[in-house]
């Protein structure tokens, strides 16, 4: 079967390949055996080949945060999941045509969801979800503040914020996306920039915001949080930009506003299996209806997974880049 190797970390276009490797075998009693349909290129997976991610395994070592599959043979005490269903996985190392995982990590997604789609539930929904449910208690009619906000994650923060009432300022790097993020329910859309607290105050008419999400770091960071009110809140999630948060102190110091950061596993590690499952299946419903959904820009077979990995490294995309192991869907 096909798998994508790293065999040095670099240049992801120049590290990674695709390899020829032995199968996953059959499932033991506990595991899952699936058929990788599709999977999309995240930044965090650039990261992860350039050896600069959390996580910087031995080499060599597989790619690939999530992914969509087809299951293909269950172990005898899998009872969730069986041949033929539609499955995320919450492990990592997706970028091959199969994989062997434990039952309790194969996430079943309703038959008939889009398999484009389903490829990429398993991260940039739960995120926007926890990050607008689990830091500040918003009501309707409440403002937020993003950045990135016309990356899948921003996109999706805006159709969840909307969904509960609530109103939202999307900072852009570039124009021309206004119209775009407003159909999906944003309420104003700012290039992001030296003046932006006093645009966001404007147009806001000095609302005040009590969540700000984050993820580019550096000065970025810092004009995002000059635009919260007193005592809020400032989730940074991602550092589009590698630089760490520049913050000016003095919206610690006088204004009390708390710098904090997210990551998905650590916010869904703090709730039961049960409840993990409840959520996804909640999102995969959103999906199912055409509430949620992310553009993809391009589809590569793996084959072609030096040129998939260049054309997600450049800014200006229309969407994700994905990848389809097993031919195309
Ligand atoms: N902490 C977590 O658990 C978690 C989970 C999911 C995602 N994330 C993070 O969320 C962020 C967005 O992920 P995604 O999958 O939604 O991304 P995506 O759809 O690939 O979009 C990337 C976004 O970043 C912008 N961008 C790229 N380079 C930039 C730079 N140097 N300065 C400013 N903006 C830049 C792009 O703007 P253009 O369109 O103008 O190029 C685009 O808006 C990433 O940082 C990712 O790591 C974190």
């Known amino acids: 079967m096909k798998q994508v190797l790293i065999e040095r970390y670099g240049t992801p276009w120049d590290v990674a390949r695709c390899a020829d490797v032995a199968d996953v075998g059959a499932p033991d009693a506990d595991e899952v055996v699936f058929d990788v349909l599709a999977f999309p290129i995240n930044p965090a997976d650039m990261w992860f080949c350039r050896g600069s991610y959390r996580l910087k395994p031995p080499l060599p070592a597989t790619p690939g945060a999530e992914c969509v599959g087809r299951v293909t043979a269950v172990g005898a005490s899998v009872k969730h999941v069986k041949p033929g269903d539609l499955v995320i996985n919450l492990q990592r190392e997706n970028w091959a045509q199969k994989r062997r995982v434990k039952g309790d990590d194969a ?19 739960p995120t926007a979800e926890l990050m607008l449910s689990d830091f500040v208690d918003l009501k309707g009619g409440d403002w937020l503040i ?10 999706l923060a805006i159709v969840l914020a909307h969904q509960r009432g609530l109103r939202t ?24 920039g030296e003046d932006l607290a006093r645009r966001v105050a404007a147009e806001t ?5 009590r969540l700000g999400l984050e993820a580019i770091g550096g000065a970025a960071t810092g004009r995002i949080a000059d635009c919260l009110a007193t005592d809020a809140t400032l ?16 919206n610690f110091i006088y204004r009390g506003v708390r710098l904090t950061g997210f990551m998905l596993g650590r916010f869904l590690g703090r709730r039961k299996p049960e409840k993990i499952r409840e959520i996804y299946a909640a999102l995969a419903q959103q999906v199912m209806d055409g509430r949620l959904s992310a553009p993809v820009d391009t589809v590569y077979p793996i084959d072609d997974i030096k040129q998939a990995l260049a054309h997600a490294d450049r800014g200006g995309r229309s969407g994700k ?8 869907i």
């Not at 206004?178 to 159909?183: H, I, P, T, V």
């Open 146 to 155: 993003q950045n990135v906000a016309n990356s899948a994650v921003g996109r």
């Open 169 to 192: 300022v999307n900072v852009v790097r570039r124009a021309g996306l206004a119209d775009e993020l407003r159909r999906l329910g944003a309420d104003l859309v700012l290039v992001d």
């Open 235 to 250: 989730v940074h999630y991602g550092s589009m930009s590698g630089e760490n948060p520049d913050v000016n102190r003095s």
């Open 107 to 125: 996430i079943p997604l309703p038959a008939g969801i889009d398999l484009r789609q389903a490829a990429m539930v398993r991260i940039n929904p």
């Open 205 to 209: 008419r000095d609302a005040p915001i």
């Open 321 to 328: 880049i994905l990848v389809c192991p097993n031919g195309a």
